[in-house]
């Protein structure tokens, strides 16, 4: 007993306070991922829906049309996102990154509630299509300080040699809300009949999100600010339009392989697949499942790999990767193939995809300083965001005007040039202190 009291009285402060800072960090590090992936979770089910809400919402002869119209209010909620991240990210860096993350949750709640209740076009009409379109844009209020600040909390609370790891975790949540998503629209879809899946199993999904909320708040309410941003805080440094500007341009290329790509390979491929390549409704959105699964698991993978080799050079060889393969892998599944040859298609899309913007997280945060870099990073995300929830709405009329059917890859393509490009002359960060 007595070496025991003697053993906890060598403990010195400085040991107990970096056992303390670690145990914060844990709990930041779990806040900022899970309430991460109940809001993406929320954003997301909306697209693997899209073929369903096209008749509840935009009743049209054409079924192209509503499907093009249900799109075009996905992309909405990312026109909006510019709006949010301008606000709620200068708010970010203001008055801190916890409270604005609880925020953004409740925001993205309250979005997923109204359309999960929102009467159809059969029952009032015209207001159906707008409170559904005013929802969507209260989603991409919320989404657009969302992403940006919760990339700056994590960045700040990891050390320089994790933070590709912690990225991509915050990638992963964002792949693990559109898997809970992609997985609970799979489940109805395949045990509800037809009819009742039209009737109402389509609200399911959304009303789910009233569930979600307590844990994300909770979880959020509960943690600290990171010690880097409270020194900020303490003695706040002005932000440099000139030096902003230029990064955040910077930033928004670096941001679109990670809204345009992986939205181009997941909340769109389903409804591609269903109509252009002959794949079942249930079993193209089970495969969009298991690619969604395997980005979960990837993203932190590919994320500590660039801690150890650096970020710039993975981010371009994975934008390479995109350029080349992109177009082949849409051709092949248009020219319809059978369901497992698909299946490994997307799924080697995806893997692609995540390899290089795993990285971006860290890349953006460790772009911008302290002062900014909640807006910086919110901003080139939601403004990447734009093209990047416009895609499925640009994929469709792209294949309307031209007849081809691969022509959605060309989106793809751009955006992995634009990263590119963006990287080349970009300082390597991955083992410098955030400044």
């Not at 049309?65 to 909620?77: I, N, P, Y």
């Not at 994975?318 to 350029?323: D, N, R, T």
Request: glycine fraction near 12%; proline fraction near 5%.
């Amino acid at each position: 007993m007595a070496i025991g009291v003697q053993v906890w009285e060598t403990v010195s402060p400085t040991q107990e306070s970096s056992a303390a800072l670690e145990a914060k960090r844990r709990r930041a590090i779990v806040a900022g991922i899970v309430g991460n992936t109940l809001e993406w979770y929320d954003f997301g089910v909306y697209g693997f829906l899209a073929t369903i809400l096209a008749r509840q919402f935009f009743p049209a002869s054409d079924a192209y049309v509503a499907l093009l119209q249900t799109f075009g209010a996905f992309a909405a909620g990312f026109v909006a996102r510019p709006f949010g991240s301008y606000f709620l990210g200068r708010l970010g860096d203001r008055i801190g990154r916890r409270a604005l993350l609880t925020v953004t949750i409740l925001l993205m709640a309250a979005g997923t509630i109204v359309i999960g209740t929102v009467p159809t076009y059969a029952q009032i009409g015209f207001f159906a299509p707008l409170i559904l379109l005013l929802a969507r844009l209260l989603q991409g209020f919320a989404a657009g300080g969302e992403w940006g600040t919760a990339a700056a909390f994590l960045a700040e609370w990891s050390t320089p040699g994790r933070r590709g790891f912690y990225g991509g975790l915050l990638l992963s949540s964002v792949s693990g809300g559109l898997l809970l998503g992609s997985g609970v629209a799979a489940l109805i879809a395949t045990t509800l009949s037809q009819e009742q899946l039209f009737a109402w199993g389509w609200r399911i999904p959304f009303l789910l999100g009233i569930v979600l909320i307590p844990v994300g708040v909770y979880l959020r309410r509960n943690v600290e600010e990171p010690p880097v941003f409270q020194r900020q805080r303490a003695a706040p440094a002005p932000v440099v339009a000139g030096e902003f500007v230029p990064l955040l341009v910077r930033g928004t290329c670096l941001c679109l392989p990670l809204l345009v790509a992986s939205y181009m390979a997941t909340v769109y491929m389903p409804s591609f697949a269903q109509l252009h390549g002959q794949i079942a409704r249930s079993s193209a959105l089970w495969a969009n499942t298991g690619a969604l699964a395997l980005s979960v698991v990837a993203a932190p993978l590919f994320g500590g790999l660039s801690d150890r080799w650096g970020r710039k050079r993975q981010m371009m060889i994975a934008a390479v990767a995109m350029m080349v393969v992109s177009w082949p892998v849409f051709a092949l599944i248009a020219s319809g193939v059978s369901f497992p040859l698909y299946l490994a298609a997307h799924l080697g899309l995806t893997l692609i995809v995540v390899s290089g913007t795993a990285a971006a997280p860290a890349c953006i945060a460790e772009l911008f300083p302290t002062a900014s870099r909640s807006v910086g990073a919110s901003l080139g995300n939601a403004i990447a965001g734009v093209l990047g929830g416009s895609s499925p709405a640009i994929s469709t009329w792209l294949i309307g005007v031209s007849g081809v059917v691969a022509s959605p890859a060309l989106l793809i393509v751009f955006a992995a040039a634009g990263s590119f490009f963006a990287l080349i002359g970009m300082r390597e960060m991955t083992r410098h202190e955030l400044r």
